[in-house]
T-cell receptor
C-alpha cells in the first residue's frame, strides 16, 4: 500500500518562530489533507490540498503532486499551535480510504 | 449544526463483552468512516460507507461490524471485545469520497 512519511517526528519552537513540516508519499494521490490534533484530542481539518498552494492566516500549505510531497508552513507560531499535525492521502481509484502519516508533534514554548 | 457527534466519550469493557459506538452527523454528508488511533501512530481506517446501505472495509476491519441504514448514522459494533481493541475511535464524514473530512470528538475505549 501507499506509504506516508512525515518529518520531523518532533519539533520544539519558541513562540514567534517559523517552521516547515513535510509529508512524503509513495504513490500518486487525488486527495491530500492536513489535520491538527490539539492537546485535547480534537482533529481539525487545516487544508484540503491535492496540489498547489493554499493559505489560511499564519498557515500555508504546498503540495507538489508530481514529486510526491507536501509542506505545511507555520509562521509566527503561537502556543495554541501546539499539538500533532497529520498528513493524510488517498490513492487514485481508492476513493474514501484516507491513509495517515504518523504525525509531527509540535510544542510551542512561551 | 452539531457537526459529527460520537457517544459515549469514554467506555470500559471486559474482554468478550459487546458494544456499539454511535456516530451521527447532521450535514447530510454521503461519506462516513471510522478510524482508530493508537499511541504514537496515525489514524487507521476501520470501515467506511459511501452512502446509506453501502459499506466497505478499510485497513483494519477485523473484529468490527458496521451498517448504514440512514444518511445520518453510522454505528460501529464490537461483537466480542479484546484488549487489542483498546484505542481511541474517531468517526468522520465528508460530502463525497474525495472531499474534506470532518471528525467527531472521539471515543476512548479500554478493554480489560
Amino acid at each position: 500500500g501507499i506509504q506516508v512519511e512525515q518529518s520531523p517526528p518532533d519539533l520544539i519552537l519558541q513562540e514567534g518562530a517559523n517552521s516547515t513540516l513535510r509529508c512524503n508519499f509513495s504513490d500518486s494521490v487525488n486527495n491530500l489533507q492536513w489535520f491538527h490534533q490539539n492537546p485535547w484530542g480534537q482533529l481539525i481539518n487545516l487544508f484540503y490540498i491535492p496540489s498547489g498552494t493554499k493559505q489560511n492566516g499564519r498557515l500555508s500549505a504546498t503540495t507538489v503532486a508530481t514529486e510526491r510531497y507536501s509542506l505545511l508552513y507555520i509562521s509566527s507560531s503561537q502556543t495554541t499551535d501546539s499539538g500533532v499535525y497529520f498528513c493524510a492521502v488517498e490513492r487514485y481509484n481508492q476513493g474514501g480510504k484516507l491513509i495517515f502519516g504518523q504525525g509531527t508533534e509540535l510544542s510551542v514554548k512561551p | 449544526n452539531a457537526g459529527v457527534t460520537q457517544t459515549p466519550k469514554f467506555q470500559v469493557l471486559k474482554t468478550g463483552q459487546s458494544m456499539t459506538l454511535q456516530c451521527a452527523q447532521d450535514m447530510n454528508h454521503e461519506y462516513m468512516s471510522w478510524y482508530r488511533q493508537d499511541p504514537g501512530m496515525g489514524l487507521r481506517l476501520i470501515h467506511y460507507s459511501v452512502g446509506a446501505g453501502i459499506t466497505d472495509q478499510g485497513e483494519v476491519p477485523n473484529g468490527y461490524n458496521v451498517s448504514r441504514s440512514t444518511t445520518e448514522d453510522f454505528p460501529l459494533r464490537l461483537l466480542s471485545a479484546a484488549p487489542s481493541q483498546t484505542s481511541v475511535y474517531f468517526c468522520a464524514s465528508s460530502p463525497g469520497r474525495s472531499d474534506t473530512q470532518y471528525f467527531g470528538p472521539g471515543t476512548r475505549l479500554t478493554v480489560l
